[in-house]
Nanobody
Framework: VQLQASGGGLVQPGGSLRLSCVAS????????MGWYRQAPGKKRELVAD?????????GDSVKGRFTISRDRDNAKSTVYLQMTNLRPEDTAVYYC??????WGQGTLVTVSS
């Protein structure tokens, strides 16, 4: 499985962004997927993840503001992270993961006025 993440950028506080991560390759082995983030000087932390059955799990700091979803066709599976009411503390590099251990390249989200 290969991952390609996109959608990061600069946004003002209170704004919204949507991240996308496309998983391609052996789609029959597609597993749960998710997003982690790492801010400068901090450990990588869970943002949200979603199982193949659609069960979701969120980090405490993003509950009620971020929504994870996924769709799938015969060739690929895509996971989305809709981020709303963004705060400066959401600034980080966001990484997509295909569990247990395939990581995307990271996309930078900067929340600043």
């Amino acid at each position: 499985v290969q991952l390609q993440a996109s959608g990061g950028g600069l946004v003002q506080p209170g704004g919204s962004l949507r991240l996308s991560c496309v998983a391609s390759g052996n789609v029959f082995s597609i597993n749960a997927m998710g997003w982690y983030r790492q801010a400068p000087g901090k450990k990588r932390e869970l943002v949200a993840d979603i199982t193949t059955g659609g069960n979701t799990n969120y980090g405490d700091s993003v509950k009620g503001r971020f929504t994870i979803s996924r769709d799938r066709d015969n060739a690929k599976s895509t996971v989305y992270l809709q981020m709303t009411n963004l705060r400066p503390e959401d600034t980080a590099v966001y990484y997509c993961i295909h569990y247990p251990n395939v990581w995307g390249q990271g996309t930078l989200v900067t929340v600043s006025s």
